[in-house]
């Protein structure tokens, strides 16, 4: 079981590029996020889907968009990346929020790294 | 004042130490806490839910105040393999969307 698979794991970009980060997972979660990691920092979360069809923003949304593709899959879009996006960018998953089934936990990709010079 | 607190550390225990955490929150809403690991360029992984009557696993303890709006996790007979960061998280509610992460405790057991 796959679990939380997340692409590319590293990736160099030039401010003003844009770029693309994968998320699928194979759980049949309804509930996936986006966070990011910085140094210092707690995870941010960035945007988040509670269901196939919808997506909202979290507490640092700015220079970010999503797309719920399917259950399966959450991607996140840096428009034009900034060096202050350089961070290390988690998806996770979780049962629908709000049911009996979840317990809380949240299952996260192994993370992809990203630089912006 | 950051709405989930913990000491960054490093702590650095022998092998066979006791070793605790403290974590404390601001959010009084704050309905469910949690444990989580994370290994040196890994991802997050649960450890432990904190229940208000405390709860323990193995070597590991977690303990909850509410009214302190405090959260402990303490490990007893350290091992090597514990070495990670230990991050605390606060959810207000039952949505995903309001998880707050501490930004973690790093723990070293040294042998």
């Known amino acids: 079981n796959a679990g939380v698979t997340q692409t590319p794991k590293f990736q160099v970009l030039k401010t003003g590029q844009s770029m693309t980060l994968q998320c699928a997972q194979d759980?049949?979660?309804?509930?996936m996020y986006w966070y990011r990691q910085d140094p210092g920092m707690g995870l941010r979360l960035i945007y988040y889907?509670?269901?196939?069809?919808?997506?909202d923003k979290g507490e640092v949304p700015n220079g970010y968009n999503v797309s719920r593709l399917n259950k399966r899959e959450f991607s996140l879009r840096l428009e034009s990346a900034a060096p202050s996006q350089t961070s290390v960018y988690f998806c996770?998953?979780?049962?629908?929020?709000?049911?009996?089934?979840?317990?809380?936990?949240?299952?996260f990709g192994e993370g992809s790294r990203l630089t912006v010079l | 004042r950051k709405e989930v607190e913990q000491d960054p550390g490093p702590f650095n225990v022998p092998e066979g130490a006791t070793v605790a955490f403290n974590c404390t929150y601001s959010?009084?809403?704050?309905?469910?806490f949690f444990w989580y690991r994370q290994d040196c360029r890994k991802e997050p992984k649960l450890l432990m839910s904190?229940?208000?009557s405390g709860n323990e696993d193995g070597r590991f303890t977690a303990q909850l105040n509410r009214a302190s709006q405090y959260i402990s996790l303490l490990i007893r007979d350290s091992k090597l393999s514990d070495s990670a960061t230990y991050l605390c998280?606060?959810?207000?509610?039952?949505?995903?969307?309001?998880?707050?992460f501490g930004p973690g405790t790093r723990l070293s057991v040294l042998p």
């Open positions: 959010n009084s809403a704050s309905q469910s």
């Open positions: 998280v606060v959810n207000a509610g039952n949505y995903g969307q309001n998880f707050v």
């Open positions: 759980m049949n979660h309804n509930s």
């Open positions: 904190v229940y208000s």
């Open positions: 889907s509670a269901s196939e069809g919808t997506t």
């Open positions: 996770a998953s979780s049962e629908a929020m709000g049911s009996a089934a979840n317990t809380g936990e949240l299952f």
